[in-house]
């Protein structure tokens, strides 16, 4: 079963421009985390925000995380084409701490155009 | 410092037969978790392993199994292969698996049944 809904779907914007994509999801977590997917290879780590904080900057990215509306979003500023991937949310979730696995979002796809 | 090896990349099998795949972390990590990777699924978790124990499983059939060795490698087994277990099958270690640590992903095997 999924446990974060990312939103939009899709999103295409022009270099230079900031990206947004935003995580919903059900749960109590531990921690909420962001990767990135190049066409159908493996996933790369961008970023972990843990439960008890709010907002968490790494270069480009900047990620937030509102756990009272069970969201986070993602921020990419001043976009490049290199960019242009699938984007997921998962969160690690469990009772009393982690049950060692991630809970994917379906993801979404960022288009930069140069 | 040598990132997660998945071997083989490609693998195409008749339904029925079995197949193997196999996963070398990151050295020094002894979590190692395995996922599969679908267009109508998305993201799903299989299994996870620490130093040779399987710490949680998926909502996978038993058909599906796994292994952890005593140099952390890993190994995951698809029996009786059905069309439907076609997909991108991910590996991702982790110093720990528990909260506090991004994981690091293989390119992944993609798996074809024919």
């Known amino acids: 079963s999924q446990q974060g809904e990312e939103d939009p779907q899709a999103l295409s914007i022009q270099e230079g421009e900031n990206a947004t994509m935003n995580c919903s999801y059900k749960t109590s977590i531990n921690n909420l985390q962001w990767y990135r997917q190049n066409s159908g290879r493996g996933l790369v780590h961008l970023i972990l925000i843990r439960s008890n904080e709010r907002e968490k900057h790494s270069g480009r990215l900047r990620v937030t995380l509102d756990t009272s509306k069970k969201s986070s979003s993602l921020l990419i500023t001043a976009s490049r084409a290199a960019d242009t991937a699938s984007y997921f949310c998962a969160t690690d979730a469990g009772s009393g701490g982690s049950n060692y696995k991630l809970t994917f979002g379906k993801g979404t796809l960022l288009t930069v155009n140069p | 410092k040598a990132g997660v090896t998945q071997t083989p990349r490609y693998l195409i099998k008749t339904r029925g037969q079995q197949v193997t795949l196999s996963c070398s972390p990151i050295?020094?990590?002894?979590?190692v978790s395995w996922y599969q990777q679908t267009p109508g699924q998305g993201l799903q978790f299989l299994f996870e392993?620490?130093?040779?124990?399987?710490?949680n499983k998926g909502n996978f059939p038993g058909r599906f199994s796994g292994r952890q060795f005593s140099n952390s490698r890993s190994e995951m087994n698809v029996s009786t292969l059905e069309l439907g277990d076609s997909a991108l099958y991910l590996c991702?270690?982790?110093?720990?698996?528990?909260?506090?640590?991004?994981?690091?992903f293989g390119s992944g095997t993609r798996l074809t049944v024919v």
């Open positions: 392993y620490f130093s040779e124990t399987q710490r």
């Open positions: 050295s020094g990590h002894r979590s």
């Open positions: 991702a270690s982790s110093p720990q698996g528990f909260m506090g640590y991004g994981y690091t």
